[in-house]
């Protein structure tokens, strides 16, 4: 018998040779396999890890919402927590998908929580009782745990937590800082409608009288129903930013003033405004301070969140200004050019406080009294012993206790002449409330007001 032909209950093996061969060319392909695999990833762009994820358990939740979440690959040391509520018949994915604030999360590096609403035609509950009072229940309740499951599990920064949504998402986001003013420092509402405006007695969910814009109050009175929702508080307020479209047909336009009405009371404001300016064709801006800012868009309908208006209201937050922590280190020589105010001195100060056991908050208006613009500004102070600031608004603030240099943002850095810009912050203090007795700005004497 040869053996190298024959084996006991199976085909003949092929001759010694034709094996050897089959080996050699099995090794070839697995060779030749891993090298294009290891061809491919070097050769293919690196996939995203972040993708929306959805949350369960995370805490009081009485009307059963949704939650879903975006936590960007690169996070700030200590990130922003952006709570975006989505429009009627919408869903958290939905909101995430048709929205710019995930890419922006990518960029900025903050994280952003998509809530869905479980109420039939999938609205926001902005009308009843129990939704209009702090920790009454229904949604906002939901809502809150979201937040502080987030701040919690990811270490977010209590100092950097801010809503937006639009249409019932915007009727939300003034329902929240109503209810949270301690919570939210600021939130933007594209078309909304002032908080309780919606209030209903009969279990209904939606006000028509609201919403064609007949519900019409003093500023006195909004004021009001927004502070009622948490009565005897007395803290600092959250900074407001409203959106609205003249043409919107189911939100009606009056809506838009009534709610202007509503913050720039709460803030202690008048309703006529310190600046107005068009950042673009058919947009009106108006500020009220350093509290409220409204935009007004010319022949735009309800539907009105565009490209570009996200970008706009996470630099209003100030989520533009903590980028995401990298593992590259870099060595960057960055060069500032500065005009300083024109004459020396040509400055005005304009400096407010509201104080209350041991925090305050200080409003800051920086006037150009120059005939030439300011380009870059910096504005130094020193605070009285024992303040020291935990938030700030408009501005980048550093350090955060003694000698102070604020420095300006992205979008107020040019002070034209005779102009005006408003900052401001929130700090802790040790009983002195009192204001600097001092400021430069661009290393020039400011008079104050």
Not at 30 to 36: D, E, G, P, Q
Not at 90 to 99: E, I, L, N, R, V
Not at 269 to 275: A, E, G, H, K, N
Not at 379 to 407: H, R
Request: proline letters at 7%; hydrophobic letters at 35%.
């Amino acid at each position: 018998m040869n053996l190298s032909t024959s084996r006991p209950g199976g085909p003949p093996a092929p001759p010694a040779p034709a094996r050897r061969a089959g080996v050699v060319a099995k090794i070839l392909g697995v060779l030749v396999a891993a090298l294009v695999t290891v061809l491919s990833l070097l050769v293919a762009p690196r996939a995203s890890a972040a993708t929306l994820t959805e949350v369960t358990g995370f805490g009081t939740n009485p009307t059963n919402l949704r939650m879903h979440l975006y936590v960007p690959d690169r996070l700030a040391a200590k990130p922003g927590v952006l709570l975006a509520v989505h429009y009627c018949t919408g869903t958290g994915p939905a909101f995430y998908s048709g929205s710019e604030f995930a890419r922006l999360a990518d960029q900025y590096g903050f994280i952003v929580i998509y809530p869905s609403a479980t109420r039939s035609g999938q609205c926001f509950d902005v009308s009843s009782p129990q939704a209009l009072k702090r920790d009454g229940g229904s949604d906002p309740v939901g809502l809150m745990s979201m937040v502080r499951y987030t701040l919690q599990r990811y270490n977010g920064d209590t100092g950097k937590v801010f809503v937006t949504g639009v249409s019932s998402g915007a009727m939300t986001t003034n329902v929240m800082l109503a209810n949270y003013p301690d919570v939210f420092q600021a939130g933007a509402a594209f078309a909304g409608v002032p908080d309780g405006c919606f209030a209903t007695t009969d279990g209904s969910g939606w006000n028509s009288a609201c919403a064609n814009g007949t519900v019409l109050k003093t500023p006195q009175q909004w004021g009001d129903i927004a502070r009622s929702a948490y009565p005897g508080y007395t803290g600092a307020r959250p900074r407001m930013q409203l959106w609205h479209g003249t043409a919107d047909d189911t939100l009606r336009y009056p809506n838009f003033g009534e709610e202007i009405d509503q913050w720039t009371n709460v803030h202690g404001l008048s309703t006529t405004p310190t600046s107005t300016d068009s950042p673009q064709s058919g947009w009106t801006r108006t500020r009220y301070g350093t509290g409220v800012e409204a935009i007004s868009l010319q022949g735009v309908g309800h539907n009105l969140l565009a490209s570009g208006m996200a970008l706009r209201a996470i630099q209003f937050f100030g989520l533009d200004q903590s980028g995401p922590t990298t593992t590259t280190t870099t060595t960057t020589t960055t060069t500032t050019t500065t005009t300083p105010p024109p004459g020396g001195g040509s400055c005005r100060i304009g400096y407010s406080t509201n104080a209350w056991n041991t925090g305050l908050t200080a409003t800051i208006t920086i006037t150009n009294t120059g005939t030439a613009p300011v380009t870059g500004w910096t504005l130094a102070f020193t605070l009285p012993s024992g303040q020291v600031i935990t938030s700030g608004w408009s501005a980048t603030y550093s350090p955060t206790s003694g000698a102070v240099t604020a420095k300006n943002v992205s979008y107020n850095g040019t002070i034209a002449a005779g102009a005006s810009t408003g900052i401001g912050f929130q700090a802790n203090h040790g009983g002195d409330t009192a204001a600097p007795t001092a400021f430069t700005l661009n290393g020039a004497a400011c008079a104050i007001a």
